[in-house]
């Protein structure tokens, strides 16, 4: 029964991770509702995320053909911040990152919320690029640490940066983030018991989440979920704001 409940949590979440970015604002709350730990919880999520990245890319070869020249530029970038998160995340103690969990997934639904300028990098100040290249990092450190909300200030990011089309950096990002995520699980395994028995139907329903996630946004305006997802994410913040304090 715990099996096929989480194999359910991933397929929703594997949607929601390449439709929006934010698969961890269903899956983190789903494995604490199931009994996991915080920090427990954040490691069984980013695991069995690797496979919705490798759903997503997969289903993204048409988008990503050509994409290779910035997938070099930014993916070294988001590792290097991916290593110190996934780092910091053992370095604080568990109650510390149980109390900053809502403020971050707050900041996840104001992100989802807000409009993001997706101006190609052509029209943008080279400033503003290298401050994005910046931020990329910033957004790695985060992803490495918690994450939720990583793939949409990454997209952000990627508006200023990219001379691609929405779609394209948006597969970009997919790609990405599943890199990403398999060196924090290689982090993960080196300090904590990764829980295989909750990982494994979690990473079968990402990978057929993340499957469906780009189809969905190939075809479909997904600027109604994400407003559905945004305010999901406020109610869940402050649930766990209650339960934290």
């Known amino acids: 029964m715990l099996g096929f409940i989480l194999i359910i949590v991933g397929v ?20 604490l509702a199931l009994g996991l730990p915080p920090i427990a919880a954040n490691v ?16 993204s070869q048409k988008e990503l053909r050509g994409a290779h020249h910035e997938l070099w530029t930014f993916l070294p ?14 370095a604080i103690p568990a109650k510390t990152f149980e109390r900053v969990v809502p403020f971050f997934i707050l900041f996840a639904a104001i992100a989802e919320l807000i ?10 100040k080279p400033g503003a690029k290298v401050w994005a290249l910046i931020g990329v990092f910033f957004v790695g450190v985060y ?13 952000a990011l990627l508006g200023v940066i ?4 929405f779609v394209k950096y948006n597969a970009e990002k997919n790609m990405i983030f599943a890199v ?4 924090s699980a290689i982090i993960y395994g080196t300090h904590i018991q990764l829980m295989w028995r909750w990982i494994i139907p979690l990473a079968l329903g990402f990978l ?17 979920l994400k407003i559905l997802i945004g305010i999901g994410a406020i109610i869940l913040a402050i649930t766990l704001f209650v339960q934290a304090y």
């Open 115 to 124: 409009p993001f300028n997706r101006q190609p990098s052509k029209t943008a």
């Open 77 to 90: 970038i988001t590792l290097l911040g991916c290593i110190v998160g996934a780092l910091l995340l053992f």
């Open 143 to 155: 992803s490495g640490y918690f994450g939720a909300a990583a793939g949409v200030l990454m997209l």
């Open 162 to 165: 990219s001379s691609e089309p």
């Open 180 to 183: 990403a995520n398999v060196l």
């Open 208 to 224: 057929i989440g993340g499957y469906i996630g780009p189809i969905i946004v190939r075809h479909t305006s997904t600027h109604l």
């Open 44 to 59: 069984t999520d980013t695991v069995a995320l690797i496979f919705s990245g490798i759903g997503a890319t997969v289903s």
């Open 12 to 31: 929703l979440a594997g949607i929601c991770n390449a439709v929006a970015g934010l698969a961890s604002l269903v899956a983190y709350p789903a494995l």
